[in-house]
């Protein structure tokens, strides 16, 4: 009898043109986010934690507390939603790292922060520049270029015309954010003092710098109108030439002198505590980091043709010598996954062709899977997120599970027909049978990532790229398969069965076999059960011998060597030590160049003092990746230098830690209070009490390392007596000894610095300064008759937490961290504590609690949503109950995957394990789903377990086959832009493989056990 002719609005529904617009929009929505979306290496970091970075070279901590700490704490502690502050300062540097609550907006609060350092610039130094950025920004690096200087060329006039001419176009380009170069430094007019010249003309240093301040002149002077035309003045004077310094008048006692005869007039790079060496030679380094949000890729393309477009304004024999390049990372990760992702759809798509031949079903299949994927990277787009390492490892992982819920739908179609429903009928009854155990099965996956989205602190920065991608794509896939799958089969006529003969046989082989193994399990549930557990006890084991690592990356092309000597050595020694490792290094037959980057210039975020930095190792071409950690480990050794501590990385790894450098270690004890003395006394106390406790290790005893320091203190009655400040004496020592900007001449469009210091200041000794002449009212007199001069030791750094004083111990604890604070609590119980000061545990301990009181929830909203969507689907709770069982079972899998592989264990591979939670529930959910209803049929119990297993055995093997091919290529690690995602891939592989097994042997056997136990009671009851 003919099927009945739709009408009205299901008329309309069931025209082709209606669905084919409808998908036609959403795959044009794929393409276009496919082509728009950011590719990068990382999810960004949308931290709200803003780090302040303040330079004042030669500055000890406690100058930097009273002249920079303090004014910017006075302003920023004052914005509301701070949840804390917490100042470093020494060396010459500030790091002030601003912690809002959890859920502001970093942005926002960025812009909080840049207000409140406008209002405290009055009270800071002119030569402090704070620099603001959201914590994280490091791993926004994306390109790193070295400048080769001829010998003949002076690198501050290099430096100069690149700060002119290049770095203005750099600043310009779409999505580059900052834009640092250094090397020298600024380039100046340096005016060197002869002290006895000074003294022979009876001409103070005040006197020359205010001379000096005089001359430059730039202001408006009004307007004259002349005829129709208003013409302004200006009134200028700005001497940029060393001759035009030479000849300015300084006031003497005799009359005017020639500031040429009071001092040495030069143009060169006026003095700094930082260096870059490239190869060994002076050099100049160029980084430049992209906007949050910016594709990296497109800006490390433009600032490559940018730097080869301005070069011929630049000196001859300038050259660029690129180092790093993210965009390198980012296109190796991008393409080797991408091609992964496509290798593994294919092989998807072929085990299908072979499994249902080439009929126009399998073919609506194949299509299933570019359709999902693409309708994912659509919703990630609309979301803000990029194709990083999380997303794409949610998409490799996703992209085998892709064809599950539409093998589902399409072999229960298949049922229908088969047994003799019409064409609409079957497809109407068959997607009726399997809609609710598919949505079921799809939603208890998807309600394990939901509460992965609320989670926030550092686990949130990667967790929720990941769960939205997952979330996403599933939820596309179960969009399709229950509307485009069944629409299509409706429409294009699909026949009702096109089976290979040889799929058919190797199906009914293995279905015999699951037949056999599932008896064998039926009869003896509890060895079974038991069996199961042992594997899951030695998976746990397994998973102790597996290497573990953050986030290993592939062959950047680039290593990263942070080198420290110890505190206090002078720039010259370290340039000495670094350029020896760095020709140890070049002898390398793997290393191309080596670009070493020692101090921290000022406007970078860098805070390294003028004994520690970074190396940059490029390494040659066509390097293999298998042999990375060979020579890294290689590299380290040849530069291993006696008194030097160095580590080495990949420059992301460094950047990330860099990026998370604001959160503190998970053990740390502060101790608070106003005296330097007293809180090193205390702290050397508390550090030998926790030396005692056996779970902590690593103790770090910060007790502001006490570091050398010459300290000038003017003697009150000398200053009466020579009719003398002590403002006024450092008016004349800061341009002698310190040195001093007396003015900024413009010059172009960069800025001329204009500055006064003796030429040997560095270099003088303690009696030296005591002969240092001073002007007074009597004439010339010694620093040393005026001020007492002596060694001082003093704390190298200082720490603020909240505005309050304070020193840190460090620690490694070996067991549970609750464990450890406990005993330390106990441990300092008896130490007496003066007045006035206090302790608290501080660093990641809360930050850790707050992360694991979210996962905790988030663990338990997800097995609430798991047990409700079930409960809603199964009527009690005996399924719902022996489907979670697979939930610990799969880890088995994944960690015995993962062991066998000796693929080491990071970030990516621990989501792969909470993603088993979900994974391995589909297939258990739509066999009993089966069972039930047959039951409730009138069948059996055995007879409607066992009729469930014939049925869905076939799309189970099938799925399962399609997810192991999805993922076979990452798992196998094809290309070294796939590394950092194969043991994701494996830990899924084996969870899915080993769940499946589960779902079609031991689950349906203790639910037929289960069940007959019950019905058993009910009978004798």
């Given at each position: 009898m003919p099927e009945p002719k739709p009408t009205g609005l299901r008329a309309i529904l069931l025209r082709p043109v209606f669905w084919l617009l409808i998908y036609g929009a959403l795959l044009c929505c794929g393409l276009y986010a496919w082509l728009k979306i950011p590719v990068?290496?990382?999810?960004?970091?949308?931290?709200?934690?803003?780090?302040?970075?303040?330079?004042?070279?030669?500055?000890?901590?406690?100058?930097?507390?009273?002249?920079?700490?303090?004014?910017?704490?006075?302003?920023?502690?004052?914005?509301?939603?701070?949840?804390?502050?917490?100042?470093?300062?020494?060396?010459?540097?500030?790091?002030?790292?601003?912690?809002?609550?959890?859920?502001?907006?970093?942005?926002?609060?960025?812009?909080?922060?840049?207000?409140?350092?406008?209002?405290?610039?009055?009270?800071?130094?002119?030569?402090?520049?704070?620099?603001?950025?959201?914590?994280?920004?490091?791993?926004?690096?994306?390109?790193?270029?070295?400048?080769?200087?001829?010998?003949?060329?002076?690198?501050?006039?290099?430096?100069?015309?690149?700060?002119?001419?290049?770095?203005?176009?750099?600043?310009?380009?779409?999505?580059?954010?900052?834009?640092?170069?250094?090397?020298?430094?600024?380039?100046?007019?340096?005016?060197?003092?002869?002290?006895?010249?000074?003294?022979?003309?009876?001409?103070?240093?005040?006197?020359?710098?205010?001379?000096?301040?005089?001359?430059?002149?730039?202001?408006?002077?009004?307007?004259?109108?002349?005829?129709?035309?208003?013409?302004?003045?200006?009134?200028?004077?700005?001497?940029?030439?060393?001759?035009?310094?030479?000849?300015?008048?300084?006031?003497?006692?005799?009359?005017?002198?020639?500031?040429?005869?009071?001092?040495?007039?030069?143009?060169?790079?006026?003095?700094?505590?930082?260096?870059?060496?490239?190869?060994?030679?002076?050099?100049?380094?160029?980084?430049?980091?992209?906007?949050?949000?910016?594709?990296?890729?497109?800006?490390?393309?433009?600032?490559?043709?940018t730097l080869a477009s301005t070069l011929n304004e630049l000196p001859a024999g300038v050259r660029w010598v690129r180092t790093y390049n993210q965009g390198h990372l980012v296109g190796i990760v991008g393409k080797d996954l991408g091609i992964n992702l496509a290798v593994g759809g294919l092989l998807a798509i072929l085990v299908l062709l072979w499994a249902l031949g080439g009929s126009r079903d399998t073919w609506i299949l194949a299509l299933s899977i570019p359709m999902s994927l693409l309708m994912g990277v659509a919703a990630l787009y609309a979301a803000g997120q990029s194709l990083d390492l999380m997303t794409l490892g949610a998409l490799t992982v996703a992209v085998g599970l892709l064809a599950d819920d539409a093998i589902i739908v399409l072999e229960s179609i298949y049922h229908r027909w088969e047994a003799g429903d019409g064409h609409w009928e079957g497809i109407r009854r068959g997607l009726g049978d399997i809609a609710g155990p598919d949505a079921t099965g799809t939603l208890t996956t998807v309600s394990v990532f939901i509460p992965l989205l609320f989670v926030g602190g550092l686990a949130g920065l990667f967790f929720i790229p990941f769960a939205l991608a997952m979330t996403f794509t599933l939820l596309a896939s179960l969009l399709v398969s229950l509307s485009f799958i069944p629409l299509c089969l409706g429409f294009l006529k699909a026949p009702r069965q096109n089976k290979s003969v040889r799929s058919a046989r190797v199906f009914a082989l293995l279905r015999r076999w699951n037949e056999k193994t599932f008896a064998a399990v039926l009869r003896r549930p509890k060895t079974a059960v038991a069996a199961c557990l042992a594997l899951f006890l030695a998976s746990l084991a397994a998973l102790a011998l597996v290497p573990v690592n953050f986030l290993p990356l592939p062959n950047e092309g680039v290593l990263l060597e942070s080198f420290t000597l110890p505190p206090g050595s002078s720039l010259a020694d370290t340039e000495a030590a670094v350029a020896e490792m760095t020709a140890r290094m070049r002898r390398d037959p793997a290393v191309l160049h080596v670009l070493a980057r020692i101090g921290s210039a000022s406007?970078?975020?860098?805070?390294?003092?003028?004994?520690?930095?970074?190396?940059?190792?490029?390494?040659?071409?066509?390097?293999?990746?298998?042999?990375?950690?060979?020579?890294?480990?290689?590299?380290?050794?040849?530069?291993?230098?006696?008194?030097?501590?160095?580590?080495?990385?990949?420059?992301?790894?460094?950047?990330?830690?860099?990026?998370?450098?604001?959160?503190?270690?998970?053990?740390?004890?502060?101790?608070?209070?106003?005296?330097?003395?007293?809180?090193?006394?205390?702290?050397?106390?508390?550090?030998?009490?926790?030396?005692?406790?056996?779970?902590?290790?690593?103790?770090?005893?910060?007790?502001?390392?006490?570091?050398?320091?010459?300290?000038?203190?003017?003697?009150?009655?000398?200053?009466?007596?020579?009719?003398?400040?002590?403002?006024?004496?450092?008016?004349?020592?800061?341009?002698?000894?310190?040195?001093?900007?007396?003015?900024?001449?413009?010059?172009?469009?960069?800025?001329?610095?204009?500055?006064?210091?003796?030429?040997?200041?560095?270099?003088?000794?303690?009696?030296?300064?005591?002969?240092?002449?001073?002007?007074?009212?009597?004439?010339?007199?010694?620093?040393?008759?005026?001020?007492?001069?002596?060694?001082?030791?003093?704390?190298?750094?200082?720490?603020?937490?909240?505005?309050?004083?304070?020193?840190?111990?460090?620690?490694?604890?070996?067991?549970?961290?609750?464990?450890?604070?406990?005993?330390?609590?106990?441990?300092?119980?008896?130490?007496?504590?003066?007045?006035?000061?206090?302790?608290?545990?501080?660093?990641?301990?809360?930050?850790?609690?707050?992360?694991?009181?979210?996962?905790?929830?988030?663990?338990?909203?997800?097995?609430?949503?798991?047990?409700?969507?079930?409960?809603?689907?199964?009527?009690?709770?005996?399924?719902?109950?022996?489907?979670?069982?697979?939930?610990?079972?799969?880890?088995?899998?994944?960690?015995?995957?993962?062991?066998?592989?000796?693929v080491g264990l990071n970030a990516a591979g621990l989501i792969a394990f909470l993603t088993l939670v979900g994974i391995g529930l589909n297939h258990g959910i739509v066999l009993l789903y089966r069972a039930s209803k047959n039951e409730a049929a009138g069948m059996a119990p055995e007879a409607a377990v066992r009729e469930a297993l014939h049925v869905r055995f076939r799309p189970i093997v099938l799925t399962t086959l399609t997810a192991v091919l999805g993922m076979l290529p990452t798992a196998l690690g094809f290309g070294q832009g796939a590394a950092p995602e194969q043991g994701l891939a494996v830990v899924t592989l084996g969870g899915i493989v080993w769940s499946a097994l589960l779902s079609t042997n031991l689950i349906p056997a203790l639910y037929l056990r289960l069940r007959l136990r019950r019905l058993s009671r009910e009978k004798s009851a």
């Open positions: 990068e290496v990382l999810p960004r970091f949308n931290f709200p934690q803003i780090s302040v970075i303040a330079h004042e070279p030669g500055a000890a901590a406690v100058e930097l507390e009273t002249q920079i700490v303090r004014p910017l704490e006075g302003r920023i502690m004052a914005l509301p939603d701070i949840l804390n502050v917490r100042s470093t300062m020494g060396d010459g540097t500030v790091e002030t790292d601003v912690r809002f609550q959890q859920g502001s907006d970093p942005q926002t609060d960025l812009q909080a922060v840049n207000g409140a350092i406008d209002l405290a610039r009055a009270d800071l130094p002119a030569s402090v520049h704070p620099l603001a950025q959201i914590m994280g920004n490091a791993i926004n690096e994306v390109a790193d270029y070295a400048v080769r200087i001829p010998p003949s060329l002076d690198p501050a006039r290099v430096q100069r015309a690149i700060l002119a001419d290049v770095v203005p176009a750099l600043r310009a380009l779409p999505g580059v954010q900052l834009v640092n170069l250094y090397g020298t430094g600024q380039e100046g007019i340096w005016v060197q003092p002869d002290l006895s010249a000074l003294r022979r003309y009876n001409v103070s240093a005040t006197a020359l710098v205010r001379a000096l301040k005089g001359q430059v002149l730039l202001t408006p002077g009004g307007y004259l109108t002349q005829g129709h035309q208003d013409i302004f003045i200006e009134a200028r004077n700005l001497p940029v030439h060393a001759g035009q310094i030479r000849h300015i008048a300084v006031p003497g006692s005799g009359g005017p002198i020639p500031l040429g005869a009071l001092a040495r007039v030069v143009r060169s790079a006026l003095p700094s505590l930082n260096a870059v060496l490239l190869d060994g030679r002076p050099a100049l380094a160029l980084n430049v980091f992209k906007q949050p949000g910016a594709s990296t890729v497109p800006v490390s393309r433009a600032v490559q043709a406007g970078t975020a860098y805070t390294e003092p003028a004994y520690a930095g970074e190396i940059e190792i490029a390494l040659k071409p066509g390097v293999n990746v298998n042999s990375l950690d060979a020579i890294g480990a290689r590299v380290l050794k040849e530069s291993r230098m006696t008194g030097v501590q160095a580590a080495l990385d990949t420059p992301t790894i460094e950047r990330v830690g860099e990026s998370l450098s604001g959160l503190s270690q998970p053990f740390v004890l502060d101790i608070f209070g106003s005296s330097i003395a007293q809180l090193r006394r205390l702290s050397n106390e508390f550090t030998a009490h926790l030396r005692r406790i056996p779970s902590l290790s690593g103790i770090f005893n910060n007790a502001a390392y006490p570091v050398s320091q010459i300290r000038i203190e003017p003697d009150a009655g000398a200053m009466a007596a020579y009719g003398l400040t002590p403002a006024g004496l450092q008016r004349q020592l800061e341009p002698l000894i310190n040195g001093q900007i007396a003015a900024r001449v413009p010059e172009g469009n960069v800025p001329l610095y204009l500055y006064v210091r003796l030429a040997d200041a560095p270099e003088k000794s303690i009696p030296d300064l005591a002969r240092l002449p001073i002007r007074t009212s009597s004439g010339w007199t010694p620093l040393g008759q005026l001020a007492r001069i002596r060694l001082v030791s003093t704390p190298n750094q200082l720490l603020h937490i909240a505005g309050a004083r304070a020193l840190e111990i460090l620690a490694t604890p070996t067991g549970p961290l609750g464990g450890a604070i406990a005993s330390a609590r106990h441990a300092l119980a008896g130490v007496q504590i003066p007045p006035g000061y206090r302790y608290s545990f501080g660093g990641l301990y809360k930050e850790l609690e707050r992360a694991a009181l979210g996962l905790g929830i988030a663990a338990l909203a997800a097995f609430v949503l798991m047990i409700g969507i079930m409960i809603l689907q199964f009527d009690g709770l005996l399924a719902p109950g022996l489907l979670l069982l697979l939930t610990p079972l799969a880890f088995t899998g994944g960690a015995l995957a993962l062991a066998a592989s000796r």
